[in-house]
């Protein structure tokens, strides 16, 4: 529907005017410069006021009278504009703008009738302004009268002949009406129309699926393939049509077909591989098809990101987290900007302990990415876990600076920074790290072991580390590794009994199997006495791996080394 609303378009003193003497006369039209001018401003209630004095002066002029319906409409007063509209259209009929802004006001009041009546008079007045037919149909649809727009719709038809825009329009109220026969013809009028245009063969195909007539699809199928033998949308419709037959080698057969060829849209073979995701969940025999279907998706799709990265999510939930790792870097090289996926490329090369793609992928985030921290803090990872102390400590020191309210990565990044810093000895700043994590989270597990376990190292601080490491046996009491720190802050305090009894603790817990644990009871034995329980221990402690840097030495010389 067109907008009518903006200034007047019918100066005053061009309509028809009752007699009035030269100062009125020129009142009004000082008036209602005034008025436009105020109108112009945006200042509407002056504007208003102003009109309204010009209708005071003289009732028998309509452009006072459509300003302030504008006025009225643009404040939501719809019924004054209504009356002032009205006004305007009785006084001058002939404007054809006084009819046509009274026509959408009537639409939008809802007086539907009173409406497609003016549209009505505007057709007979311009037969030939197609337009105002449409206008008039409109009318009709927004007040539910279906039949009428036809009849103005046929009326058009008659003008401009059979077009796309009516057919279909047509089509739709015939279905509405429950007359699928009639919306049939309006299609079939289109393929006579232009016999060799296959959109027009797959809508009355989909109108007679949709309405469960899938012979008479089938039949229109066969038409089009005459037409366009290539046609994508046949092989899709026969993987449905089979499907709902049972029939599902031949399915399967046409399903392929679809998505090897280029020309089916890539949402349409999502859509269905979604399906695919939900489906093998509980039916492990159609995986292998969904493998299939996913390698021809993105063959026939090689440049759109998307069928790479459901192709990925697929196998990544199938466990093959290096594959979908890989279909994860296809889609970012065609779209370097999908930051999630970027996530799962980093994840995955967590989980397969691939530090060196690790660092390389964190670092692309950042390059793609330097606002968020995420990256920084895996490249930091990435470089701890290949003993880089120093670029880990300036990876995470600028994730850090980045950080706006992410309290989780904040505590991350600092625990890290406490680790990367106690390697490189500088223990003070070390400390602060460990400290700023501890004052937003004082239960912090990993931080109260770590942190008390270097200060041991270092025998700084050590009832400190000792109401450290407590706590943590007191959040987690059976874990080997935290028991094994209590034990040896007790050893490095010189409690060699104590320690004995936490080592053997963390023995117990699952601490049998860990070379350090071992080496630290052997320790601990040694300094109580224990001496050849000790070496025994040492040995075994060989045994099972890497100890402390000292382990050989102690077994060669059967003495303690520190």
């Not at 921290?373 to 003993?387: R, T």
């Not at 075994?540 to 520190?562: F, N, T």
Request: with cysteine.
């Amino acid at each position: 529907m067109i907008s009518f609303i903006g200034s007047s378009l019918v100066m005053a003193g061009e309509s028809k005017r009752g007699n009035n003497d030269g100062d009125d006369d020129t009142q009004f039209r000082y008036s209602f410069f005034e008025a436009s001018k105020e109108k112009i401003l945006g200042n509407l209630l002056k504007a208003e006021q102003l009109f309204l004095h010009c209708v005071e002066l003289n009732g028998k002029e309509p452009a006072p009278h459509y300003e302030l319906a504008n006025i009225y409409f643009l404040s939501n007063s719809l019924s004054q504009a209504v009356t002032h509209a009205e006004k305007a259209y009785k006084l001058d009929e002939s404007n054809i703008w006084y009819r046509l802004f009274l026509a959408d006001l009537y639409l939008k009041t809802k007086k539907y009738k009173e409406s497609a009546a003016i549209f009505e008079s505007l057709v007979e007045d311009y037969p030939n302004y197609i337009d105002y037919y449409f206008d008039w149909a409109a009318v009709y649809l927004n007040a539910g009268k279906l039949k009428n727009a036809l009849v103005v719709y046929d009326k058009i038809e008659q003008i401009i002949g059979v077009t796309e825009e009516l057919s279909i329009q047509k089509e739709r109220i015939y279905l509405n009406l429950d007359k699928l026969d009639e919306a049939v013809k309006e299609i079939e009028k289109l393929i006579d129309s232009n016999p060799n245009k296959p959109e027009y063969y797959e809508l009355l195909s989909e109108l007679y699926r949709a309405n469960n007539k899938l012979d008479k699809a089938m039949e229109v199928m066969d038409l089009l393939l005459k037409v366009d033998p290539e046609n994508a949308f046949v092989h899709l419709f026969l993987y449905d049509y089979y499907r709902n037959k049972g029939e599902f080698e031949k399915s399967n057969s046409e399903l392929k077909l679809a998505f090897g060829n280029s020309n089916v849209d890539l949402k349409t073979k999502m859509g269905i591989m979604v399906y695919y995701l939900q489906i093998t969940e509980t039916n492990a025999d159609k995986k292998a098809e969904a493998f299939e279907l996913f390698d021809l998706l993105i063959e026939a799709h090689p440049q759109d990101a998307e069928g790479f990265t459901l192709y990925g999510d697929f196998l990544e939930r199938e466990g093959k987290i290096a594959e979908a790792r890989e279909k994860f870097r296809q889609a970012v090289a065609i779209r370097p900007d999908m930051h999630q996926v970027w996530r799962k490329i980093i994840f995955i090369g967590s989980t397969l302990k691939d530090s060196i793609a690790l660092l390389s992928d964190s670092q692309s985030g950042i390059d793609l990415f330097p606002s968020v921290p995420f990256f920084y803090m895996c490249h930091g990872v990435a470089n701890i876990q290949l003993k880089k102390f120093d670029e880990a400590i300036e990876s995470l020191v600028l994730g850090r600076d980045v950080i706006i309210d992410q309290i989780a990565t904040s505590l991350t990044i600092n625990s890290l920074l406490g680790d990367a810093y106690n390697e490189v000895k500088n223990f003070e700043e070390s400390d602060k790290a460990y400290d700023a994590v501890l004052r937003i989270d004082s239960n912090n597990i990993a931080v109260l072991n770590n942190y008390s376990y270097y200060l041991s190292l270092r025998k700084d601080n050590m009832e400190r580390a000792k109401e450290m490491s407590m706590k943590t046996n007191v959040l987690d009491s059976n874990n080997a590794t935290y028991l094994d720190t209590y034990g040896w802050i007790l050893y490095q305090m010189d409690d060699f009994a104590g320690a004995i009894i936490w080592l053997q603790k963390a023995i117990d817990n699952g601490g049998d199997d860990h070379a350090v644990i071992v080496e630290h009871l052997g320790d601990a034995q040694f300094k109580l006495g224990k001496k050849e329980l000790g070496i025994q221990n040492w040995i075994k402690a060989k045994e099972l791996g890497k100890g402390s840097d000292l382990l050989e030495e102690k077994i060669l010389k059967k003495d303690l080394v520190e």
